[in-house]
């Protein structure tokens, strides 16, 4: 009885075996099947990492998020313009980002083609470059700048003449800067002085018809002052820099 049920047992076995042999091939899975279920499985593991705040709950494949990285920015891009714009409570208007709060203020450009007059731009007054003095300290009856290490000061002398038929008030002009380049080099702004001739500061009246001598003051490197060929003075007023060459 117990090799009947042996050979019984043997037969189902083998019609089993036959039966499982037989059949559909595996399906093949594609690139991104597969990815999918490594990523849920990667998500399922998680769950059992202590640390890991995020479990089998957030398994879910999200849309995109197979994506390479360039197409997660066009992804990006395309939510942010379909956003809808936020409204105004009070006026129920869409509000509209004002990008001119980002944008930084343009470097005014400019050249030395203009003339020393019209560089300065000082309405009625004609204005000349008498000389220039390089010097390692710049000393006035009532004034001292002191020599600075590895640096000379250039001292433009001014000659101003208020050409027109009314006085000429310097004060509406101190909001204006200067500054000089050596042999077409970098721009350096004038040194503050409290000198009454000093031209960046001066605010009194230049009667009509009179003259007054002026001067500004610059500090450079000795390398920068040791073969001078040109200068170019800038004034820079309103956002606008005029430039000339002495």
Excluded: H, W
Excluded at 48 to 61: K, L, M, S, W
Excluded at 86 to 97: K, L
């Amino acid at each position: 009885m117990k090799i009947k049920r042996f050979v019984l047992l043997i037969t189902i076995m083998c019609f089993s075996l036959n039966a499982t042999a037989c059949g559909e091939a595996l399906y093949e899975m594609t690139d991104e099947e597969e990815a999918v279920i490594t990523l849920y499985a990667a998500k399922a593991v998680s769950k059992f990492n202590e640390n890991q705040t995020v479990g089998i709950a957030n398994a879910r494949v999200k849309p995109g998020e197979l994506d390479d990285e360039e197409t997660q920015e066009e992804t990006a891009q395309l939510e942010e313009e379909n956003q809808e714009p936020e409204i105004d409570p009070e006026t129920g208007e869409p509000i509209v980002a004002d990008d001119s709060l980002n944008q930084e203020e343009e470097d005014t450009t400019s050249d030395a083609g203009y003339s020393f007059t019209d560089a300065i731009d000082v309405a009625g007054v004609e204005f000349t470059c008498a000389e220039f003095d390089v010097s390692t300290e710049f000393k006035t009856d009532n004034y001292v700048l002191t020599q600075v290490s590895g640096k000379r000061y250039l001292i433009l002398s001014i000659e101003a003449e208020n050409t027109s038929g009314s006085d000429v008030d310097f004060s509406e002009y101190t909001d204006r800067t200067y500054s000089l380049a050596l042999n077409g080099g970098e721009k350096t702004k004038s040194q503050f002085t409290p000198l009454s001739n000093d031209l960046s500061n001066f605010d009194g009246i230049l009667a009509a018809g009179d003259t007054k001598s002026f001067i500004l003051v610059f500090l450079f490197n000795n390398s920068s002052v040791e073969n001078i060929t040109s200068l170019e003075l800038y004034v820079t007023s309103d956002g606008t820099t005029r430039g000339t060459t002495i």
